[in-house]
Structure formats: C-alpha cells, structure tokens
C-alpha cells in the first residue's frame, strides 16, 4: 500500500509539473518575449485587418499579384490544418498530368516572361505551404505583375530585391521572398488592383 501511496503521489506530482506548470510557464515567456511569433505571425493590412501569416502560403489568383509554389496542402491546396505533401513519386501519372496543367497555366498567364517556367512553382513544398519562394522565381513573374499593374518593371524588381531575405546569420540557406510580404508592399505603394 506504501508502494502505491508514493507512485501515486509521484505520478500527481510529474503530471502537475509537466502538463500544467511547465506549458504555462514557457507560453508566459513566449507572451512576453516573443509575442507576434507566439501568436502565429499574423499580418495586416493598410486597415489593420488580419490578411494572412507571414509563416503560412496562401494562394494568389490575381494576375496583379506574385504566386506562391503550388499548394497539396488540403482539397483545395493552402490549408493550415492539412499540412503535407502530395507523396506522389516521379513516376505517378496524377503528379505528371498536375505538373503539366500548371505548366501549361504559368505559360499563358506569363507569356511575356522569356526564360523556362522555375520547377519550383510547378512543384508543391514538403509541406504544402511554404510561404517563400525563390529570388529568380520571383523576377519570372516580374513581367506579369508589372504589366497588370501598369508600372515599370524596374520598379517592381527594385521592390522585390528590397523584400528578398538573406541567408540565416549570412550562410544557412538560400535567399528567398516571402510571397505574402512581397504582395502586401506592392499594395503599399501602388495600391490594390481592380477587381
């Protein structure tokens, strides 16, 4: 009965400690140190309105607007609570025939950019939604939006170099553009497009 008495009595004490102090201690100091992170890293608009997180991909169907990688994150790609890849290997007829249709979209919808469509924005992220996309994927697009929008491309490219990301303490991975950030600061200076 002294075995069970003491188990008991430790068993209460570690669930104590470790479900209920220690989540309430280190969601404190997340408040209080990092609250935008600890709070998903939620973005605004000009209005102040929630538009997104700067950790999550969303899709943009706008010509007006810079895309993300493509989304097998949920039914309709881009959910937050259905992260994943699609799994489907190189020799699968359903990731050739999504490959081809995305293809053959970015083709028409950029026709005026010259170089090969990045494989980037024709694959989807191991998770599906991957806010970042690369430097020279993002001046693929570069035509497309300035002609939506009626600016000059350097403008747009001076834009876009301003909102590239450096490498992690200047040697960790490879330079990147938020796709959200990016489409926020064009709104910024040059106003939403029309409908």
Same mark, same amino acid.
């Given at each position: 009965?002294?075995?069970?008495?003491?188990?008991?009595?430790?068993?209460?004490?570690?669930?104590?400690?470790?479900?209920?102090?220690?989540?309430?201690?280190?969601?404190?100091?997340?408040?209080?140190?990092?609250?935008?992170?600890?709070?998903?890293?939620?973005?605004?608009?000009?209005?102040?309105?929630?538009?997104?997180?700067?950790?999550?991909?969303?899709?943009?169907?706008?010509?007006?607007?810079?895309?993300?990688?493509?989304?097998?994150?949920?039914?309709?790609?881009? +959910?937050?609570?259905?992260?994943?890849? %699609?799994? @489907?290997? !190189? =020799? #699968?007829?359903?990731?050739? &025939?999504?490959?081809?249709?995305?293809?053959?979209?970015?083709?028409?919808?950029?026709? +005026?950019?010259?170089?090969?469509?990045? %494989?980037? @924005?024709? !694959? =989807? #992220?191991?998770?599906?939604? &991957?806010?970042?996309?690369?430097?020279?994927?993002?001046?693929?697009?570069?035509?497309?939006?300035?002609?939506?929008?009626?600016?000059?491309?350097?403008?747009?490219?001076?834009?876009?170099?301003?909102?590239?990301?450096?490498?992690?303490?200047?040697?960790?991975?490879?330079?990147?553009?938020?796709?959200?950030?990016?489409?926020?600061?064009?709104?910024?200076?040059?106003?939403?497009?029309?409908?």
């Amino acid at each position: 009965m002294n075995t069970i008495v003491v188990a008991l009595r430790v068993t209460l004490f570690t669930l104590v400690l470790t479900g209920i102090l220690y989540p309430l201690a280190s969601t404190g100091l997340a408040q209080v140190l990092f609250y935008r992170q600890a709070n998903g890293s939620l973005l605004t608009d000009d209005k102040g309105q929630v538009v997104g997180s700067e950790l999550i991909a969303q899709g943009f169907v706008k010509a007006a607007y810079f895309q993300p990688r493509p989304s097998a994150a949920g039914e309709k790609g881009y +959910d937050a609570t259905a992260s994943g890849g %699609s799994n @489907l290997g !190189t =020799t #699968s007829k359903k990731l050739r &025939d999504r490959v081809s249709a995305e293809l053959a979209r970015l083709q028409k919808e950029n026709r +005026d950019s010259k170089d090969p469509v990045p %494989s980037e @924005l024709l !694959t =989807t #992220s191991a998770s599906g939604l &991957d806010p970042h996309i690369s430097p020279e994927a993002a001046r693929w697009q570069l035509p497309r939006v300035a002609k939506t929008r009626g600016v000059n491309v350097d403008r747009i490219r001076r834009l876009l170099d301003e909102q590239t990301e450096g490498r992690e303490l200047g040697f960790l991975g490879e330079p990147r553009v938020n796709v959200l950030l990016l489409n926020l600061a064009l709104d910024r200076q040059l106003g939403k497009p029309g409908a």
